[in-house]
């Protein structure tokens, strides 16, 4: 087992630019394993949570809800963007590194974002019909798969039989969390059955953003996380005005359509609970992005721990919304093993950089 010299020394989060190096802007690069780890758990718990803002706008359609969330996203990509991205003593600042940044590298980050937000409208889609507790561990599981296998490709960092053993670990979880759904399930079978395909191909476009947005901060002089991340949130909003409005047009849960009237007239809270939902998920990817620059991490690990996000928003679901309380036995049997299964391939992911 090979483990960097003071790997738990959270002193390693300090300001850093190196030219020729591809973190050059000015921001906080972890040097431990401890610090980027700290930073992936976070993500994970942002990533995690953020759902429970629509949750909380009762009678607030989700097509409404996402404009809020877009609008989130990029106040909190410009939050951190002119305060961590821009106290580091040299290299290039926030706003400098938006001028410098060049074509190629802004396009894959705005493909990303354009991909993320198909795949997060369709998640969203999924939670309205299904629930937290099954849209969450059936769509985000299978990005992580996904996600984690191409960011590898492209980045091979952490012993990979540790990494894809955690991998494999978490795919059990998966048919576990579809099993107690499908327990769960006594009345509106082709409702449920609608339900887990949009969480799947959810899945499968959310797996595939993350090598787009690593490429995008890779190669000399890229931009840094900071920037890359607004470029990603702009990538969103522009693929939003149209696909969000053909979902509110023709929503995939089968009710009425929805019309902008509904949004001017929402409760003012419900605006920002939207707003900071888009802000909690854009902190995630922040510290997310950061973290898959630290050398000893890459975007595999980095991405396959935020998307951790699962076991939380099952949580959030199971045990805060009660989501499964009137499920029979079996069904909460096997969302114990899904819990289980969840625990111990994160572990194995969280381990893989240091083995």
Known sequence: MVIAKGWLDFRGLKRAYRPGAEEQTALFQP????????FMFITMLC?????????LCSGYRFQLFYWDYVLGLIVGALIWGVTLGSLGDTGRPFFADLAHADASHVMFAIIG??????????????????????????GI????????????????????????GGISLVVAAIVFDAIAYRLRETEHRSLSKRGVIISLVAGLLMGSFYPFVSRSMTGVDAPGPYAITLFFALGVAICAIPFNY????????GSAPVSMSGYAAANGSWHIWGIAGGAIWCTGAV???VASRAHIVGP????????????????????????????????????????????????????????
Do not use: H
């Open 31 to 38: 040097e431990t394993y401890a610090v980027a780890l700290s």
């Open 47 to 55: 990533w995690g949570s953020w759902a429970n803002t629509m949750k």
């Open 113 to 138: 974002g354009v991909i993320f937000n198909i795949a997060n409208l369709l998640l969203v889609a999924a939670i309205e019909i299904a629930g937290l507790a099954v849209a969450f561990p059936v």
């Open 141 to 164: 599981g299978l990005a992580l798969v996904v996600g984690a296998i191409s960011s590898y490709v492209l980045s091979p960092n952490g012993n990979p039989l540790m990494l894809f």
């Open 246 to 253: 053909l979902l509110m047009r023709k929503p995939l849960d």
């Open 287 to 289: 510290l997310n992005f």
């Open 300 to 355: 595999a690990v980095s991405y396959s721990i935020g998307q951790g996000a699962t076991m939380i928003s099952a949580a959030w679901g199971v045990f805060v919304w009660r989501e499964f309380a009137s499920a029979p036995q079996r069904s909460k049997t096997f969302l114990v093993w899904m819990f289980v299964f969840f625990l111990c391939g994160l572990t194995a992911i969280a381990l893989a950089p240091v083995f």
